[in-house]
């Protein structure tokens, strides 16, 4: 009777460990993935755009030099344009709206631009209104300034 006894406690011992070990064996279920969106709105000057970007320069002090810009993304055929009849005709320098969602999943933020309202033209031409990847070149490097040593004169004083 002992022996039987025994033999059963040492049946549901092994089995408990068993069953724990198995469910303790099986992978967690995966974390939901934390996703927010939140739909903002800048405005500021154009900085640059392109065909899949724009550039907006919102907060500047001329004094300071310091200067605050966005880069939004999005995608050509579902950008809404208001204002404008194409975004061909929005230039750096141009003062405009944009519309977009800022999107963070998992710690990771994005920015997609949803709609850009142009606000008013620029007030001068700027050098390079828009960026294409495949025509830009940039300027030369201005020649340096001459030093005393290249025109001849004595530096040690």
């Not at 995966?30 to 907006?56: C, L, M, N």
């Not at 579902?78 to 320098?93: E, P, R, S, T, V």
């Not at 025109?151 to 004083?157: A, L, M, R, S």
Request: charged share 30%.
């Amino acid at each position: 009777m002992m022996k039987k006894i025994s033999a059963a406690i040492f049946t549901a011992v092994l089995l408990a460990a068993f069953t724990s070990a198995g469910a303790a064996g099986e992978p967690k279920e995966k974390q939901a993935v934390k996703r927010t969106a939140f739909r903002k709105t800048v405005q500021g000057e154009v900085g640059g755009i392109g065909p899949d970007f724009i550039s907006i320069t919102y907060e500047a002090n001329e004094a300071t030099g310091y200067s605050r810009d966005v880069l939004l993304s999005f995608d050509p055929g579902n950008m809404l344009i208001q204002n404008k009849k194409a975004l061909k005709d929005i230039k750096a320098g141009d003062i405009a709206a944009v519309e977009y969602d800022e999107v963070t999943e998992d710690g990771r933020m994005v920015r997609i631009a949803r709609k850009i309202i142009f606000v008013k033209a620029a007030d001068k031409a700027t050098e390079y209104s828009t960026f294409d990847s495949e025509s830009f070149v940039p300027p030369e490097p201005a020649e340096p300034a001459e030093t005393k040593e290249d025109k001849g004169e004595n530096t040690d004083e």
